[in-house]
């Protein structure tokens, strides 16, 4: 079973940029698609993007489009999240997620494996 270590969360201005990474370990990320998620304060988790496995398909949630970016690289078992142009109302908590039945979703149920998360606050 694949473990999961997110990190690169940390304080950044309106404006700025982050990476964040999504770090496997116990077993090969290979055939694991892979899903960003966050939590607001006060707030549901929801759905930010996912990576299909191989890497060749994304999807993102309305609210990043444009902003963010996943991508992975395979060979160093991780994932990653490129976060330009953040507001404020991007802080959250971010968790990535991986599963490897059927195909990505943007569903919290669609995921069987999970990062304890990683906080980004957006603030001046």
């Known amino acids: 079973q694949v473990r999961l270590v997110e990190s690169g969360g940390g304080l950044v201005q309106p404006g700025g940029s982050l990476r964040l990474l999504c770090s496997a370990s116990g077993s090969t990320f290979g055939g694991y698609h892979v899903g960003w998620f966050r939590q607001r304060a006060g707030m549901e988790r929801e759905f930010v993007g996912y990576?299909?496995?191989?890497?060749?398909?994304?999807r993102y949630a309305d609210s990043v489009k444009g902003r963010f970016t996943i991508s992975r690289d395979t060979a160093k078992n991780t994932a990653f999240l490129q976060m330009n142009s953040l507001k404020v109302e991007d802080t959250a908590v971010y968790y990535c997620a991986a599963d490897r039945r059927g195909g990505p979703g943007i569903r919290i149920s669609d995921y069987d494996t999970w990062g304890q998360g990683t906080q980004v606050t957006v603030s001046l």
């Open positions: 990576i299909n496995w191989p890497g060749s398909s994304t």
